[in-house]
């Protein structure tokens, strides 16, 4: 499978963006899109989760009432919208996707850039 991320940019503390990744290659059924990210000098971290089929959500404690992840079956997208954003969410966030039965993310996308100026 294909993944490729867009609505990255430069924003200020405060504002919102959304961030797309679309998903190409194949039907991703009982798979799981993740959006990750890492900061410079930080491990990359799993901001936020959704499985395909039934659209089940998971966040980390650091996105959980700022961030939303969806998933458009139809578009084979899923986004990340991200309000409040602090300069601490400043960082490359990358699109993945697990297939069913994995613990692993076996696939990623090549990243989008969120600069958050304080």
């Known amino acids: 499978v294909q993944l490729v991320e867009s609505g990255g940019g430069l924003v200020q503390a405060g504002d919102s963006l959304r961030l797309s990744c679309a998903a190409s290659g194949r039907t991703l059924t009982n798979w799981r899109l993740g959006w990750f990210r890492q900061a410079p000098g930080k491990e990359r971290e799993l901001v936020a989760s959704?499985?395909?089929?039934?659209?089940?959500?998971d966040y980390s404690d650091s996105a959980k009432g700022r961030f939303t992840i969806s998933r458009d079956k139809y578009k084979n997208t899923v986004d990340l919208s991200m309000n409040n954003l602090k300069p601490e969410d400043t960082a490359v966030y990358y699109c993945?996707?697990?297939?069913?039965?994995?613990?692993?993310?076996?696939?990623w996308g090549q990243g989008t850039l969120v600069t958050v100026s304080s």
């Open positions: 959704i499985t395909w089929n039934l659209g089940t959500t």
């Open positions: 993945a996707a697990q297939r069913g039965g994995s613990r692993l993310y076996n696939f």
